[in-house]
């Protein structure tokens, strides 16, 4: 088979967005050269790799195979790179690392840009997602790293210990919740939120949690961060669920924490991967460093 690995990682891309033009994008490729590209690849094999509709493209038996097999060719490539990247100082390695907003807006900051200093390199290719979404994607081949709260089923990756934290209910000294020591997430829910952007994970996992039990999460308005959350709490807009390192950090401002009584709120973050052994020596080195730092 005359396949390279730009008709290997073209595939994925096509496969994983859905639509040839959207695969062909993320490879800078134009649209005919892609689909050119991809015909090859199927009379090559002499049968179809793609089921084509109006809504997009997906993959027949077949290309649920290709997709299995271009992962794993992919996968080695890197590490052959990253192995000897050492002998070679033009080349450089790519991780894909995917975690929750926990862990990317608290932990990850100081390790991450103390690896990227010592690997010139390496890049990191760094995305926030929900624990489920992330363990999913390591175990598919989509994700190289992920961090992952610790309640997640991870059955078949490895897993190593990264931090533990706790999420509170920070209100305003003024607000009727202030005089509580403890309360349930639930029992909150009568008053105002100030939240994430939409696109976080954290948000959506608390939005579901008030969804699952009937309730709606009242936000009044949402930002980026967890710090930005807390200067509005503290200037009475609402009230808001951050990371205890969060409050800490911000001890400043005159806010209450509130310890949350729901199991979800102690956060045990794990790092979790397929094999550790088949990673580029460099990214064993960033599970090793995320561990230690």
């Keep these: 088979m005359r396949f390279d690995l730009t008709d290997l990682k073209l595939f994925l891309h096509v496969v994983e967005a859905g639509s040839i033009t959207a695969g062909a994008d993320r490879m800078h490729l134009a649209v005919a050269a892609a689909s050119t590209r991809i015909r090859n690849m199927e009379l090559e094999l002499g049968t179809p790799l793609l089921n084509r509709e109006r809504q997009g493209v997906h993959p027949t038996p077949a290309g649920r195979t290709l997709v299995h097999h271009a992962r794993l060719l992919l996968q080695q490539a890197e590490r052959m790179r990253g192995d000897l990247g050492e002998y070679a100082g033009g080349l450089k390695g790519h991780i894909r690392l995917q975690s929750n907003t926990n862990a990317l807006t608290e ?35 989509k994700a190289d790293i992920g961090i992952v709260a610790g309640t997640e089923d991870v059955t078949g990756l490895e897993v190593f210990p990264f931090r533990v934290d706790r999420f509170v209910l920070v209100t305003p000294k003024s607000h009727p919740l202030a005089k509580e020591k403890r309360i349930t997430f639930a029992d909150a829910l009568d008053y105002d939120f100030v939240g994430l952007d939409r696109a976080s994970s954290l948000q959506r996992f608390l939005s579901d949690k008030a969804d699952r039990i009937g309730r709606r999460l009242k936000l009044r308005v949402q930002l980026r961060s967890f710090d930005a959350v807390c200067r509005l709490v503290d200037c009475n807009v609402g009230i808001g669920v951050v990371p205890q390192t969060t409050v800490e950090r911000n001890a400043h401002m005159k806010l209450r924490r509130i310890e949350l009584t729901d199991d979800w709120a102690i956060r045990r973050l794990t ?17 090793r460093d995320l561990q230690v730092s």
Excluded at 114 to 133: G, M, T, Y
Excluded at 271 to 287: G, H, N, W
């Design 271 to 287: 790092i979790c991967v397929r094999r550790l052994k088949d990673l580029p020596t460099y990214a064993q080195e960033l599970v």
């Design 107 to 141: 932990f990850l900051p100081e390790p991450l840009s103390n690896f990227l200093a010592s690997h010139p390199q390496v890049n990191i290719d760094l995305e926030e997602r929900l624990s489920d979404e992330i363990v999913a994607a390591v175990a598919d081949g």
